[in-house]
C-alpha cells in the first residue's frame, strides 16, 4: 500500500511539472521540447537512451498534451522510439537518436495501404502497426497523400497517405506491434481525456460566473446533475485508462482487452461530453473560435486515427470469443 500511495504521490508530481510546462510559451509544437523533458524516451531501454518501459507515467503525459491543446508530434514520436527500440541495429541507429533528442518526428499508424496521420508535411517516417508486425516507411514526404476531409481538426490537419506503392521495413514482429498498439490507443484516449477534462473545467468556471434570473448558472439544480455526470464519466474515462495502462506496465495477459476496453469507452464517450459542454456553455459554446470547438475537432479525430470504439469493441469480441 505504501509502494502504491508513493507511486501516486510521484504521479501527481509528474502531471503537475508536465501543466505547468505546458502552459509556458513556445512549448505548444516543437517535439524538440517535449524531448528536452525525457517525454520522447519514456518507453526506451534506458542503454538505449530512454527511461525505460513507462506507459503509466506516458499516459499521464498524454493526457496533459491533450488538456494543453499540444499539436506536436509527441505520439508518434514517443511510438516510433518504442518500436525503434527493438529494431534491427542498422534501422534503430539511424532514427533512434532522433527521435530521442526530437530532430525526428513520426508518425504511427493502423497498417493498411492507406493510413491516417496528422501532420504530414512535418513527418519524417511513419511506423504501421498490425496483425503482420512493425512496418517503418520513410521519404514520408514523397508519398501520395491528401487532406482528410472528413476529419476537422484544423490545429493537427489530418493526412491521407497512400503506402500501397511504398517499400516498407519491417522492424517487428506481430506481438509487438500489437502491443505497442495497445499502448498507443491508451495513449490516444488519454489525450481526448485531458481535452474533455480541460473542457469540463473552462465550463465550471464560466457556469459559477455567468448569471441567470439573479444566480449563477451553476446553482440550478438541473445544471448540476448535468456537471455531476460529466464529472463522473472523467473520473471513469481516467480510471479505465490508468488500469490499462498499469496493465501494460506490468505486461499483464488482459492487457490488450483493457486497452480496447479503455479506447472503446472514451472514443464512443468524449466527443458527446464535450457537445454536453458545449451546450452547457449556451451561445458563447457555439463560438467557432472558442476553445471549445478546439478541443472537440480533436476528440472527434482521435476517436478515428487508430480504429474506432466499434473496431475495439470487436477486439473485445474477439478476446472473449463471443
Keep these: 500500500m505504501a509502494d502504491e500511495d508513493s507511486a501516486d504521490v510521484d504521479l501527481d508530481l509528474l502531471r503537475t511539472a508536465a501543466r505547468e510546462f505546458l502552459s509556458g510559451r513556445g512549448a505548444q509544437d ?19 537512451g530512454g527511461s525505460g518501459w513507462r506507459p503509466v507515467e506516458s499516459t499521464v503525459i498524454a493526457e496533459e498534451l491533450g488538456r494543453a491543446q499540444n499539436t506536436a508530434q509527441w505520439l508518434g514520436s514517443v511510438a516510433a522510439a518504442a518500436a525503434l527500440s527493438s529494431a534491427p541495429p542498422e534501422i534503430r541507429d539511424k532514427w533512434l537518436p532522433a527521435m530521442l533528442d526530437g530532430t525526428g518526428t513520426a508518425a504511427c499508424a493502423l497498417a493498411g495501404d492507406v493510413v491516417r496521420i496528422t501532420g504530414a508535411d512535418t513527418v519524417d517516417i511513419i511506423v504501421a502497426l498490425g496483425d503482420k508486425g512493425i512496418e517503418l516507411f520513410e521519404a514520408v514526404g514523397s508519398l501520395p497523400r491528401e487532406l482528410d476531409d472528413e476529419l476537422l481538426d484544423v490545429s493537427r490537419p489530418v493526412w491521407r497517405v497512400d503506402l ?3 517499400q516498407g521495413v519491417s522492424i ?3 506481438e509487438r506491434a500489437n502491443q505497442l498498439l495497445a499502448l498507443a490507443r491508451v495513449l490516444l484516449s488519454a489525450d481526448s481525456l485531458g481535452a474533455l477534462s480541460a473542457t469540463f473545467d473552462r465550463l465550471v468556471a464560466y457556469l459559477k460566473e455567468r448569471i441567470a434570473f439573479g444566480a449563477p448558472i451553476a446553482s440550478f439544480q438541473a445544471v448540476q446533475h448535468r456537471l455531476v455526470d460529466l464529472l463522473v464519466l472523467e473520473a471513469k474515462a481516467r480510471a479505465i485508462v490508468m488500469k490499462a495502462a ?3 506496465a506490468a505486461d ?3 492487457a490488450p482487452t ?4 479503455a479506447h472503446a469507452f472514451v472514443a464512443a464517450k468524449a466527443a458527446a461530453a464535450v457537445d454536453e459542454c458545449m451546450q452547457l456553455s449556451g451561445g458563447i459554446g457555439f463560438t467557432w473560435e472558442y476553445p471549445l470547438h478546439r478541443e472537440m475537432r480533436r476528440v472527434f479525430t482521435n476517436a478515428y486515427l487508430l480504429g474506432t470504439a466499434r473496431s475495439s469493441r470487436g477486439l ?5 470469443g463471443w
Excluded at 483493457?258 to 476496453?261: C, D
Excluded at 473485445?316 to 472473449?320: L, Q
Aim: cysteine-free; overall charge negative.
Design 246 to 248: 498499469r496493465a501494460l
Design 258 to 261: 483493457l486497452s480496447a476496453v
Design 316 to 320: 473485445i469480441a474477439d478476446k472473449a
Design 172 to 174: 517487428g514482429e506481430a
Design 30 to 48: 516543437s517535439v524538440k521540447e517535449l524531448a528536452a523533458m525525457d517525454w520522447t524516451g519514456l518507453l526506451v531501454d534506458e542503454d538505449l
Design 164 to 166: 500501397s506503392g511504398a
Design 252 to 254: 499483464a495477459d488482459d
